[in-house]
């Protein structure tokens, strides 16, 4: 039988993500650290993903990328501890909570964070303490400021959509206030929702800016009950006008 292998980048909220669905469903995997960038890229689609973006997952010899196609993946080949609940009604709500996580609060974690280390980088390798890249760490540190101006770019992680996000970003909490209320996620059985929101909430936890705002919510307590340990920290480099919003 194949090694199982996820192949991931440091921080990487969705890579999180598939760790921890892989880890509830009792999924023996490797985990592959990998170079943000084009290098990366070009792995992966040697490989033969079809795609450039992590998550991607090796099981059992076939490729899955994406964290909302391993959830679904993972619960066709392992029904025991169902990622997705039986009722329909019920799994419908789950699957819109879960599209939500990845469409919308997932990229704006990204920009906040990508944008955030293009104004202090020198934090970058923090994301990366647990992790198994197979470059030298004084290296890793070179390609700091490389590494960011790229992925801002590729992020669209400039300041006006990042100031918009930080606008926005009040009523996203209370989205996931409601779906904690509303017992879509946050119960002692995970979900696919929980496990696509929660890393999300925990990497933008890693911003001395916004942690203050995150944890004392309940979208905070689900964070940190689902992912108490998440390796990175920002120090404050919003302009305070940036992060009134988030203060009312």
């Keep these: 039988m194949a090694e199982n292998k996820l192949y991931v980048i440091p921080g990487s909220h969705p890579s999180l993500a598939a760790s921890l669905m892989l880890e509830r469903k009792g999924v023996p995997f490797k985990r592959v650290d990998m170079i943000p960038g084009p290098i990366k890229q070009l792995q992966l689609r040697a490989m033969g993903f079809p795609g450039d973006t992590v998550p991607a997952l090796k099981l059992d ?64 390798t923090t994301y990366s303490e647990e992790a198994k890249l197979p ?8 390609l700091a400021g490389p590494t960011v101006a790229m992925a801002k770019r590729r992020n669209h992680a400039g300041d006006e959509t990042v100031r918009r996000d930080l606008a926005e970003l009040p009523a996203m909490l209370d989205r996931v206030d409601e779906l904690i209320k509303q017992k879509v996620i946050g119960s002692d ?31 905070g307590e689900l964070a940190m009950r689902i992912l108490p340990h998440f390796p990175g920290r920002t120090p404050a480099v919003y302009p305070a006008d940036w992060l009134e919003p988030l203060r009312r």
Excluded at 61 to 72: A, D, L, P, T, Y
Excluded at 206 to 215: F, G, M, S
Aim: charged content about 30%; hydrophobic content about 40%; proline content about 10%.
């Design 61 to 124: 010899g076939e490729k899955v990328q994406g964290s909302r196609e391993i959830s679904r993946e993972l619960d066709q080949r392992f029904p025991e501890l169902p990622l997705f609940p039986p009722d329909a009604s019920d799994r419908t709500a789950v699957e819109e909570a879960e599209r939500w996580g990845d469409e919308v609060l997932q990229p704006v974690a990204r920009r906040l964070i990508w944008n955030a280390q293009g104004r202090d980088h020198s934090t970058l």
């Design 189 to 219: 059985d995970p979900n696919a929702a929980d496990y696509q929101i929660a890393p999300s909430l925990r990497l933008m936890m890693t911003l001395d800016d916004l942690r203050p705002a995150i944890e004392s919510r309940p979208a």
């Design 135 to 142: 470059v030298p760490g004084f290296l890793a540190s070179a």
